[in-house]
């Protein structure tokens, strides 16, 4: 997908129907879902859609406690988020702080400022208003 330049709605459909028709998304496709979205392409909004699922799956959901974000999971997610400085990526931490049902304060605090100064949030916003 990265070397095509594009994620598709059907890549998107086959990824579900057989990648990660299990369930299950490891740190190792975590990190890999990250890769796709640090190549900055123009992809369909079905993968949006399907990366923040599988980031918050696993953040929130696959690990145990499940619905609670560790310091350690909160540092790895801010990181990966931080490498791509995309509307994806910061979707991600956003729903994985919707979703989950304790976080740490200061990863809470990351993730407000992150909003306020990304480049791309504030015209995502006026378009989604208008």
């Known amino acids: 997908m990265v070397l095509g330049?594009?994620?598709t709605a059907q890549d998107v459909a086959w990824l579900r129907r057989e990648v990660f028709a299990d369930?299950?998304?490891t740190r190792e496709a975590a990190d890999e879902l990250f890769a796709?979205?640090?190549a900055r392409m123009n992809n369909a909004?079905?993968?949006t859609e399907l990366f923040v699922e599988l980031i918050t799956d696993h953040v929130v959901w696959q690990t145990r406690p499940t619905g609670v974000v560790s310091d350690e999971q909160a540092e790895w997610l801010l990181e990966r988020a931080d490498e791509c400085r995309s509307l994806e990526a910061l979707a991600a931490l956003v729903n994985v702080l919707a979703e989950a049902h304790r976080?740490?304060?200061w990863f809470v605090a990351a993730v407000r400022a992150r909003a306020a100064g990304w480049p791309g949030v504030n015209e995502a916003l006026r378009a989604a208003a208008g």
């Open 36 to 38: 796709v979205a640090r």
């Open 23 to 25: 369930g299950e998304v």
């Open 45 to 47: 909004p079905e993968w």
């Open 5 to 7: 330049r594009r994620v």
């Open 103 to 105: 976080a740490p304060q």
